[in-house]
C-alpha cells in the first residue's frame, strides 16, 4: 500500500470519527432540549412537535432531489410535469410497514422522552447502550442469526446494569425501567425493520420522511387535548428538536461510510461523558456511584454482545 493511500485512509476515519462525534452531541442536545421542555409543556406535544418538524425538514430535500433528477435526468421533460415528479418522489411500496415503523417509533419516543424527564441524563444515555443488545436478541429471533449461551449471559448481564444505574427504590422506579426497556426493545425492532426495507431497495431519506409522518400522525389528538401555546422563542427549539433528529442519522451514516464500525463502535460511549457534563452543568445532576458501576457493566455486556455475535457468524 502506497503512502498516499494510506494518508487518505487515516483522512477518511478522522472524518469519519468527526462525523461520529458530531452526532453524539447532538443526540446529546436533543435529549438537553426534550428534558427542558419537559418542565413546561406535556410529552405528548414535546413528541408530536418533534415529528412534525423531522417531516417537514426532510420534505425540501426531497424536493430539491425531484427538480435535480428533473432537470438532469427526465427523459421525456416536454411531457413530463415538475408536480408530478414531485409527487412520484414521495412514492413507496411498502405504505404499511411505514405505518407500522410510524407506530412502534412514537410509542418508543414517548417512552423515551418520559423517561428523560425523570431521570439524569448520563442514566438515559447508559440505558441507550443496551439497544445493541436487544438488536441481537431481536437479530437472532427474525434475522435467524447465530447465538449462543455466552450472548444470553451477557445479555442478562446487561439488565443487571440498568437497575443499577437507575437503582430503583420505588414502584415508580420500577415502571421507568419498564418503559426504558420497552423503549429500547422498539428501537431495535425498528433497526431490524430498516435494515429489511434498506435491503429490499427503500431510500433512506423515503423512511425518514414516513417514519416522522406517520409517528406524528398516531400523536396529533393526544398533543390538541393537552396543547400548551408556545412563543417565538421556543420555535428555534422545537425546529432543531425535529430537524437534529434526522442530522443524526445522517452523521451517523456518513461516519460509516468513511470508518469500519470495529473503529467507531467504541467511540460511541463518549455519549456518556458529553451527557453527564451537559446534565452537571445544565440540570445539576450528580454523578453517583451506581450511574457509574452500572455503565460500566452496560457497555462490557454491550461490547462483548456484539463480539461474541460477530464471532458467532463468521
Known amino acids: 500500500m502506497s503512502e498516499n493511500s494510506i494518508k487518505t485512509d487515516r483522512f477518511k476515519i478522522i472524518c469519519g470519527i468527526f462525523w461520529l462525534i458530531a452526532s453524539l452531541i447532538i443526540s446529546s442536545l436533543n435529549d438537553v432540549i426534550t428534558k427542558k421542555y419537559t418542565l413546561c409543556f406535556n410529552l405528548e406535544q414535546i413528541v408530536f412537535t418533534r415529528f412534525v418538524f423531522g417531516s417537514l425538514s426532510i420534505i425540501p430535500i426531497i424536493i430539491f432531489n425531484s427538480f435535480y433528477n428533473y432537470k438532469f435526468y427526465s427523459q421525456n421533460i416536454e411531457n413530463d410535469s415538475i408536480l408530478k ?79 443499577i444505574a437507575i437503582n430503583p427504590s420505588s414502584f415508580l422506579d420500577t415502571l421507568i425501567i419498564i418503559r426504558f426497556i420497552i423503549s429500547a426493545i422498539l428501537f431495535a425492532y425498528l433497526d431490524i425493520i430498516n435494515k429489511i426495507l434498506i435491503n429490499k431497495g427503500e431510500k433512506t431519506i423515503i423512511m425518514l420522511f414516513y417514519s416522522n409522518f406517520f409517528a ?84 462490557i455486556s454491550t461490547i462483548n454482545t456484539i463480539k461474541k455475535q460477530i464471532i458467532s457468524n463468521i
Open 216 to 299: 406524528g400522525l398516531f400523536f396529533i389528538i393526544p398533543a390538541l387535548n393537552n396543547w400548551k401555546i408556545f412563543n417565538l422563542n421556543d420555535l428555534p427549539y422545537f425546529i432543531i428538536l425535529g430537524f437534529g433528529s434526522n442530522i443524526i442519522l445522517y452523521c451517523i451514516l456518513k461516519a460509516y461510510s468513511l470508518a469500519s464500525l470495529t473503529i467507531l463502535a467504541p467511540l460511541r460511549y463518549l455519549e456518556l461523558i458529553i451527557s453527564t457534563i451537559f446534565g452537571y452543568f445544565l440540570f445539576d445532576e450528580k454523578v453517583t456511584i451506581n450511574l457509574i458501576f452500572g455503565s460500566i457493566i452496560i457497555v
Open 85 to 163: 415528479k414531485i409527487k412520484s418522489s414521495f412514492k413507496t411500496n411498502y405504505i404499511k410497514q411505514h405505518l407500522i415503523r410510524g407506530l412502534l417509533l412514537s410509542i418508543s419516543m414517548y417512552f423515551w422522552v418520559n423517561g428523560i424527564s425523570k431521570i439524569p441524563l448520563a442514566t438515559v444515555t447508559a440505558i441507550s447502550f443496551t439497544i445493541p443488545i436487544f438488536l441481537v436478541v431481536l437479530a437472532i429471533i427474525f434475522l435467524k442469526e447465530k447465538a449462543n449461551i455466552k450472548i444470553i449471559i451477557n445479555i442478562i448481564v446487561g439488565f443487571i446494569g440498568i437497575i
